[in-house]
Every structure is written in structure tokens, then in C-alpha cells.
């Protein structure tokens, strides 16, 4: 599934690429920089939290995990 990731660019020089559903945001001094940031904190969250049993999640983690299930798994 496709998702809008908002991508801003700040006072202070850094770029900000974010997705406020997850709460999941990254920075860069460029947008380049950023977006690569982003992806690669967006397949963290999946390796760790989408891929892990429940057992082991506590709730807010395991409700992210959902988010995440529809996300890829649309």
C-alpha cells in the first residue's frame, strides 16, 4: 500500500520527512539525505515490530504493529 510521507523543510537547514500515523519522522541536510533516513527507520520498525510475535510486544507495540500489517501487507 502507498502511504503520504510530508516532507518539510526547517529553519535550522534540515529537511524532515515524516509520516504522523506511525508517529515516524527522519532528518536530513537534504532531501535526499532524508528520505533515505526515513526508509530505512519505516524497514527497522517493520524488521523489529511488524515481524515480532505479540507475546513479545507490549500493547502500544503490538497496536503499531497492526499499523504496520496494513501498511505492507495492505
Known amino acids: 500500500r502507498t502511504i503520504k510521507i510530508k516532507s518539510e523543510f526547517k ?17 536530513g541536510l537534504n532531501r535526499s539525505v532524508a528520505l533515505k533516513s526515513f526508509k530505512e527507520e519505516f524497514f527497522t520498525l517493520w524488521e523489529y515490530i511488524g515481524k515480532e510475535y505479540d507475546q513479545n510486544l507490549t500493547i502500544d507495540a503490538q497496536i503499531l504493529k497492526r499499523h504496520l500489517i496494513d501498511i505492507v501487507e495492505g
Do not use: Q, S
Request: aromatic fraction near 30%; hydrophobic fraction near 40%.
Open 11 to 27: 529553519d535550522n537547514g534540515v529537511w524532515v520527512y515524516g509520516y504522523e500515523p506511525l508517529k515516524l519522522y527522519a532528518f
